[in-house]
Structure formats: C-alpha cells, structure tokens
C-alpha cells in the first residue's frame, strides 16, 4: 500500500485548538529567521572542498548512529547497513540494499524524533511524497538520488538554501586547519567557524592518548615532553582556533568535576604516562578534572566560550567498538552531578566577565535541581539545549518546563543541533521552534506573557540569545 507522506502544518503544536493559534502565530515569526548552528559535527573538509553528497543510503543512513542505532536495537547487523570496520573487514557495499532494510523497518521509528527529523527531510529537502516503506523504497532511492546528484546540492550551496547564518564544526585539538584556511579562502571563514576539542588529549587513560599528545605537539610546533609542554601547546592551538574564526571549545569528559590536582603529582603522572605507564582509573580522573580546571582558565584568557557536555559512557559496546569504532549509536547516558563537581571552578572563575560556560546534560533529572540554579546565579554560566536523548518533542517540553522558570529564558544558550547529519539541520532547527511557539503560547494562554512578548522571546530564542552566547572573538 502506497501511504502519502506529507508535513502538518500543525505537527508538534499543542493539541488544545486555542493555544495552538497562538503558537501559529508565534511560529511564523521564527520559521523565516536564519539558523544560528554553533554547535555541530559536519566536517571541514565537507565545506572546504565542496564535494557532492554521496548516494541516499551513505547520506542519511550509514553516518547517522540516531537511525543506525535503532534498527541495530532490532537486531540488524552494523555490517548489513553498510558501516565500516575497523579492521576493513566485509561489510554492505550495495548502498540500494541498505536503502532498502531502512525502508522496509519504517515502522521502527513511530514516536521518534529520528522519524520527524526524516520526514521533514524527505518532504521539504528530496521533495518524496510517499512514505518509506518495501513497496516504494527504489522510487524513494531514485528521487533522493536524482536530488543529490544536482550541482545546487552540494555543501557550501546548502548553506544558503538551509539559511544557515554559521554553523561550527568540531576539531580535535591537533588540527591543522587546513580545511578552514581553504573556506577562509573561499571566502566562507566567518561562516564555517572551527570548535576547539581537546577531549583526546586530555583523556589521559583512553587509548591512543600519546598519539594524540604527539599529533598536537607536531600541529603547534612543540615537542611535548610533560606536562608543561602540553599546556603550551595547547594554548598555542588555542589561539590558532582563535585566528581561524573559533568562538568555543567543546569537552565530552564522563564527569563534570572540574578541580586542581597537585601540580607535581600530575607532572608525574604525564611524565609517567608518556613513558608508556597506563594510569589507574582513578588517576586518570583525577587528572581530567584538573585539565578542564586549566581549559577554563585558558578560556579566561582567550575568550573561547566553554562548552560542557559530560555524561554519557561512551562506547558501552566493546565489541562494536573494536569491530566499527567510536560514535556508533552505543553512547549511553549516566546520572551526573554538577553542583559539587563544579563548585571548584566556580568559585575561581564564576565571577569573572572574561569567561563563559554553557552546561549541556542527557540527565534530565539535573535540569531544574542543578542546572538551572546555576544559570540563574552565576553570570558566567548558560544552560545548553536539549542534547542527544532529549532532542526530542516531550524532551524539549520538560526541558523548557523544568529549567526556564528557574533561570529564564535569557540564560539559555539558545538551540544547537549538535549533528553530523547535515541534511537534518533544518529539521531539527523546525523541532526546536515548534516547541518553543507552544510552550510560549501556553504562557499567553495562562496570562502569565502578553502576546508581544512571548513573539519576541520566541525571536530572541533563535537569534539574539545564539549570537550572544557565543560572541565573535578578535583575532
């Protein structure tokens, strides 16, 4: 049975008929502004060189862990969807085939946020008018096929039909930034901005951290002999982030805790693991925390906002990992503390105008006991959209309800979209507006906003309080 596929307009507005003319109205003051993406995983080079996207399967399948993850719950291999392995072992190279498994488990993704953010692609991105399903998979595949394949769908073209304002990519900390100095070129610097992300080389105890260590001092032009080495290299990449147009770092820590560590005790430890000595857990926690104590006041010194997103145990699959690698789909969130965790730095840099930390969670249980408080205290301190988990309709709704009336709406980071799917930007970016039209109307609705200012809130949310959580920085 062929099954249309179109948009409500209405989708994901509140039920109640007269609150949702309200959000209607609201919603059109936003849906035209630009998209503000200061947080995101597109690549560089995708930008730089401008490449065409590649065939439907390995543009919004095979990359994407929110629609890989799902069918792998359902017991479809990782390998019969196409996702590469580690070991270059044999894996689905017919890119039809995998299009096909996706559409023939359509049904896995009812209730979703991964099926809205699909369905507004196919719809508003490929221009498909019939939903996924065994029957219409090749007809699906050869009109996305057909889209991909046109000049006008290529990356830097997409900045414009998307409105895309900026948009960052995230980096390690051993980048050259090449790639941005080619969009710099280009003309597209301030557009395609670089995020500094030091994780590998702050995780002591990860493998691969001494590659790591050695590729950062190679890119800053320092050989990294202990720890004081690291920490100039470190800040000269941090000013080379600078110069290329960066206006945030990004850590990815497992805990937030954030506090100093005995300088000569973590002297010894670098010194003892670049000479190949694996440090005990602890340890390595340790020495962590201490690092994100560092990068804020680096962060205090050159004006990169901090971005902090802990939380989440990542690679809880050891086998997927050494068969596919990292960031497929079994990244899974755990209870995090902040308040304790970052008293330390707080108390040193809280206070000072020359830093900024935005605080990210997938533990929604701290939104409104932790996260908001902090907010709404420390001038130094926004709260982070809704990420990974929560990205969703009912998350975004708790979201708003448990952190806005605790540290307002200006406190906020504004949304990021926080994705390597570069087609559902604007899908996500929709998502977000929609929700925030109905939590606001039913703040008009409540009398507790007139209808101007909840307009303009709605405004402010996609705009100005983006653009101000994460300043231009000179360079």
């Known amino acids: 049975m ?191 901005v670089p995020t500094f992300r030091p994780d590998a080389a702050l995780m002591i105890g990860r493998d691969g951290w001494a590659q790591e260590v050695e590729a950062l ?34 850590h990815g820590h497992l805990s937030a805790a954030a506090a100093p560590m005995d300088e000569a005790a973590a002297a010894a430890l670098v010194a003892s693991a670049l000479a190949g000595t694996v440090p005990t857990p602890e340890e390595a926690a340790a020495f962590e925390a201490h690092m994100l104590l560092q990068m804020a006041a680096m962060s205090c010194e050159d004006g990169l906002v901090m971005q902090l997103h802990p939380g989440v145990l990542r690679d809880h699959a050891s086998g997927i990992l050494a068969r596919h690698g990292r960031d497929k789909g079994y990244d899974i969130p755990v209870a995090t503390e902040y308040t304790r965790s970052l008293r330390p730095l707080l108390e040193r840099f809280g206070h000072d105008p020359r830093f900024h930390l935005v605080l990210f969670t997938v533990d929604e249980t701290v939104f409104s006991r932790e996260i908001a408080p902090l907010a709404g205290a420390y001038p130094s301190v926004r709260y982070g959209a809704p990420w990974w988990f929560l990205d969703s309709p009912d998350g975004m709704r708790r979201f708003r309800e448990a952190a806005t009336e605790t540290a307002g709406f200006y406190n906020s980071s504004g949304f990021v979209d926080d994705t390597r799917a570069f087609a559902s930007i ?14 606001l109307a039913r703040l008009v609705a409540e009398h507790r906003l ?23 920085l000179a360079r």
């Open 217 to 250: 001092g190679a890119a800053a032009g320092e050989e990294i002999s202990d720890l004081a080495g690291l920490l100039d290299a470190l800040r000269i990449q941090r000013r080379r982030f600078v110069a290329a147009g960066a206006r945030a770092t990004d």
């Open 2 to 192: 062929v099954r249309p596929l179109t948009l409500h307009p209405h989708r994901a507005l509140p039920a109640d008929p007269a609150v949702r003319a309200i959000a209607v109205r609201i919603l059109e003051q936003t849906a035209p502004l630009p998209l503000i993406c200061m947080h995101g995983h597109v690549e560089a080079e995708a930008f730089a060189r401008d490449t065409p996207f590649a065939d439907p399967a390995q543009l919004l399948i095979v990359p994407d862990h929110y629609v890989t993850r799902m069918l792998a719950s359902q017991g479809i291999d990782l390998a019969d969807l196409g996702v590469p392995r580690t070991d270059g072992g044999a894996v689905e190279t017919d890119s039809r085939t995998i299009w096909r498994r996706f559409c023939e488990n359509w049904h896995l993704y009812r209730g979703t946020p991964s099926r809205y953010w699909l369905e507004h692609e196919l719809v508003e991105v490929f221009g498909v008018d019939e939903a996924p399903s065994a029957d219409s998979a090749d007809r699906l595949y050869d009109r996305i096929a057909e889209t991909v394949a046109d000049p006008a769908f290529r990356p830097q073209q997409l900045l414009d039909r998307f409105g895309i304002e900026i948009i960052s990519t995230t980096d390690p900390a051993s980048s050259d930034l090449s790639h941005h100095a080619s969009l710099a070129e280009q003309g597209l610097g301030e557009r395609v």
């Open 426 to 439: 604007p899908a996500r970016h929709d998502l977000a507006r929609r929700i925030d039209a109905g939590y």
């Open 450 to 472: 007139e209808e101007d200012e909840a307009t303009q809130t709605a405004i402010d949310l996609v705009t100005t309080i983006p653009r101000a959580a994460y300043p231009p």
